[in-house]
Protein backbone atom coordinates (compact mmCIF):
# COMPACT_ATOMS: atom_id res chain seq x y z
CA UNK A 1 0.00 0.00 0.00
CA UNK A 2 1.29 3.38 -0.81
CA UNK A 3 0.93 6.18 1.59
CA UNK A 4 -1.94 7.98 -0.08
CA UNK A 5 -3.71 4.56 0.51
CA UNK A 6 -2.87 4.25 4.44
CA UNK A 7 -4.93 7.93 4.74
CA UNK A 8 -8.10 6.84 4.40
CA UNK A 9 -7.85 3.85 6.26
CA UNK A 10 -6.86 5.72 9.22
CA UNK A 11 -9.37 7.99 8.63
CA UNK A 12 -11.84 5.71 8.45
CA UNK A 13 -10.64 3.65 11.81
CA UNK A 14 -10.61 7.63 13.36
CA UNK A 15 -14.37 7.93 12.59
CA UNK A 16 -15.17 4.40 13.63
CA UNK A 17 -13.65 4.88 16.39
CA UNK A 18 -15.17 8.37 17.49
CA UNK A 19 -18.53 6.80 16.63
CA UNK A 20 -17.97 3.77 18.91
CA UNK A 21 -16.90 5.97 21.93
CA UNK A 22 -19.50 8.19 21.35
CA UNK A 23 -22.31 5.54 21.73
CA UNK A 24 -20.51 4.28 24.87
CA UNK A 25 -20.97 7.55 26.19
CA UNK A 26 -24.54 7.68 25.67
CA UNK A 27 -25.75 4.42 27.38
CA UNK A 28 -24.00 5.03 30.73
CA UNK A 29 -26.60 5.38 32.66
CA UNK A 30 -26.76 9.37 34.25
CA UNK A 31 -25.24 9.84 37.81
CA UNK A 32 -27.43 11.68 40.55
CA UNK A 33 -26.37 15.28 41.07
CA UNK A 34 -24.14 15.63 44.57
CA UNK A 35 -27.09 16.21 47.78
CA UNK A 36 -26.58 19.11 48.85
CA UNK A 37 -24.82 19.40 52.04
CA UNK A 38 -27.22 19.13 55.17
CA UNK A 39 -28.49 22.64 57.12
CA UNK A 40 -28.22 20.14 60.39
CA UNK A 41 -24.93 18.62 62.12
CA UNK A 42 -25.24 15.12 62.32
CA UNK A 43 -25.88 13.86 65.74
CA UNK A 44 -22.81 12.46 67.43
CA UNK A 45 -22.51 9.32 67.69
CA UNK A 46 -22.53 7.83 71.63
CA UNK A 47 -19.42 6.55 72.87
CA UNK A 48 -18.99 2.72 73.35
CA UNK A 49 -16.31 0.88 75.89
CA UNK A 50 -15.85 -2.29 75.88
CA UNK A 51 -13.73 -4.41 79.15
CA UNK A 52 -12.99 -7.84 77.84
CA UNK A 53 -11.35 -11.04 78.48
CA UNK A 54 -10.78 -14.64 78.89
CA UNK A 55 -12.42 -16.57 81.45
CA UNK A 56 -9.05 -19.20 80.81
CA UNK A 57 -5.65 -18.30 79.21
CA UNK A 58 -5.16 -21.28 78.09
CA UNK A 59 -7.20 -24.24 77.03
CA UNK A 60 -7.45 -27.42 75.31
CA UNK A 61 -7.78 -28.32 71.71
CA UNK A 62 -11.67 -28.47 71.21
CA UNK A 63 -11.88 -26.94 74.79
CA UNK A 64 -14.48 -23.86 74.36
CA UNK A 65 -12.64 -20.49 74.78
CA UNK A 66 -14.88 -18.33 76.34
CA UNK A 67 -14.72 -14.35 76.67
CA UNK A 68 -16.39 -12.41 79.31
CA UNK A 69 -16.93 -9.08 79.06
CA UNK A 70 -18.82 -5.49 79.74
CA UNK A 71 -19.96 -2.79 77.53
CA UNK A 72 -20.64 0.30 78.93
CA UNK A 73 -22.27 2.87 76.82
CA UNK A 74 -23.72 5.98 79.39
CA UNK A 75 -27.41 7.24 79.40
CA UNK A 76 -28.01 6.35 75.98
CA UNK A 77 -31.56 6.21 76.21
CA UNK A 78 -33.55 2.79 74.68
CA UNK A 79 -31.23 1.26 72.19
CA UNK A 80 -31.68 -2.84 70.66
CA UNK A 81 -29.41 -5.62 70.71
CA UNK A 82 -26.01 -4.43 69.56
CA UNK A 83 -23.76 -7.18 67.93
CA UNK A 84 -20.15 -7.48 68.93
CA UNK A 85 -17.58 -9.58 67.19
CA UNK A 86 -14.84 -11.52 69.21
CA UNK A 87 -12.22 -11.27 66.38
CA UNK A 88 -8.45 -12.60 65.75
CA UNK A 89 -5.56 -10.64 64.33
CA UNK A 90 -3.38 -12.63 61.74
CA UNK A 91 0.14 -12.45 61.11
CA UNK A 92 -0.52 -10.22 58.12
CA UNK A 93 -2.13 -7.91 60.85
CA UNK A 94 -5.72 -8.30 59.54
CA UNK A 95 -8.02 -8.75 61.92
CA UNK A 96 -11.01 -11.26 61.15
CA UNK A 97 -14.15 -11.98 63.06
CA UNK A 98 -14.42 -15.51 65.01
CA UNK A 99 -17.84 -15.30 66.69
CA UNK A 100 -20.51 -12.84 67.34
CA UNK A 101 -22.78 -12.11 70.04
CA UNK A 102 -25.64 -9.72 70.59
CA UNK A 103 -25.45 -7.29 74.03
CA UNK A 104 -27.84 -4.57 75.11
CA UNK A 105 -26.22 -1.53 75.86
CA UNK A 106 -24.66 -1.40 79.90
CA UNK A 107 -24.62 -4.93 79.90
CA UNK A 108 -22.18 -8.08 80.30
CA UNK A 109 -21.73 -10.70 77.21
CA UNK A 110 -20.01 -13.46 76.82
CA UNK A 111 -18.37 -15.50 73.98
CA UNK A 112 -17.06 -18.73 72.84
CA UNK A 113 -16.03 -20.70 70.46
CA UNK A 114 -13.78 -24.29 69.94
CA UNK A 115 -10.93 -24.63 68.27
CA UNK A 116 -9.10 -27.83 67.24
CA UNK A 117 -5.51 -26.02 66.13
CA UNK A 118 -2.67 -25.11 68.56
CA UNK A 119 -1.10 -21.84 69.22
CA UNK A 120 -1.71 -18.69 70.46
CA UNK A 121 -3.98 -16.39 69.36
CA UNK A 122 -4.38 -12.09 69.66
CA UNK A 123 -7.94 -11.69 70.34
CA UNK A 124 -10.10 -8.61 70.93
CA UNK A 125 -13.63 -8.01 70.94
CA UNK A 126 -15.02 -5.38 68.28
CA UNK A 127 -18.12 -2.66 68.12
CA UNK A 128 -18.94 -1.69 64.89
CA UNK A 129 -21.00 1.43 64.16
CA UNK A 130 -24.26 1.82 64.47
CA UNK A 131 -26.95 4.70 64.34
CA UNK A 132 -26.49 5.16 67.73
CA UNK A 133 -22.93 3.99 68.64
CA UNK A 134 -19.80 4.99 67.83
CA UNK A 135 -17.45 2.07 66.51
CA UNK A 136 -14.76 0.59 69.56
CA UNK A 137 -12.76 -2.34 70.59
CA UNK A 138 -11.32 -3.76 73.67
CA UNK A 139 -7.76 -4.20 74.72
CA UNK A 140 -5.86 -6.66 72.65
CA UNK A 141 -5.81 -9.99 74.81
CA UNK A 142 -4.03 -13.78 74.20
CA UNK A 143 -5.48 -17.24 74.64
CA UNK A 144 -3.11 -20.02 74.37
CA UNK A 145 -4.80 -23.33 72.74
CA UNK A 146 -2.37 -26.29 73.23
Not at 69 to 85: F, Q, S
Amino acid sequence: MTTSMRRPARWAGLALSLALSGLCLTSLPAQAAPAAPATHQAAKKKPVHIKAGPVKSRVHKGEQIRIHGHVATGPAGRADDEILYLQEETQAGVWVNLASASCLPDNDFDLGLRLNVSGTLTLRVFHPETALFATATSEVFAVVVL
